[in-house]
């Protein structure tokens, strides 16, 4: 079983940062790949970012190819969202999720409460 919480989010300007973290609790956490997903209103959930397990092996989203980086710490139970040049269409709830990996939602068995990221013009 793993629970996670994610914090982080607020409101920025556009071409400001963010750094969203995502804390595990469960001893899965460092055997799970961490993903990251957003939904805007009126949207479907979209993938943002994943990393594996050991953190040697990361995947993005072409809408946030360069701009995001996804880190994790194993000794911390913790994965990190750093999020760069934020757009507003980056505006959405973000949701930390462990399992398999991939793009999929599907693939994710836990689920993080999401946090509110806002960019304004």
Do not use: H
């Not at 953190?55 to 994790?72: D, E, H, M, P, Q």
């Amino acid at each position: 079983q793993v629970q996670l919480v994610e914090s982080g989010g607020g409101l920025v300007q556009a071409g400001g940062s963010l750094r969203l973290s995502c804390a595990a609790s469960g001893r899965t956490f460092s055997s799970s790949a961490m993903g990251w997903f957003r939904q805007a209103p009126g949207k479907e959930r979209e993938f943002v970012a994943v990393i594996s397990w050991s953190g040697g092996s990361t995947f993005y989203a072409n809408s946030v190819k360069g701009r995001f980086i996804l880190s994790r710490d194993n000794a911390k139970n913790t994965a990190y969202l750093q999020m760069n040049s934020l757009k507003p269409e980056d505006t959405a709830v973000y949701y930390c999720a462990a399992g398999r990996g991939g793009s999929n939602y599907s693939l994710y068995n836990y689920w993080g409460q999401g946090t509110q990221v806002t960019v304004s013009s």
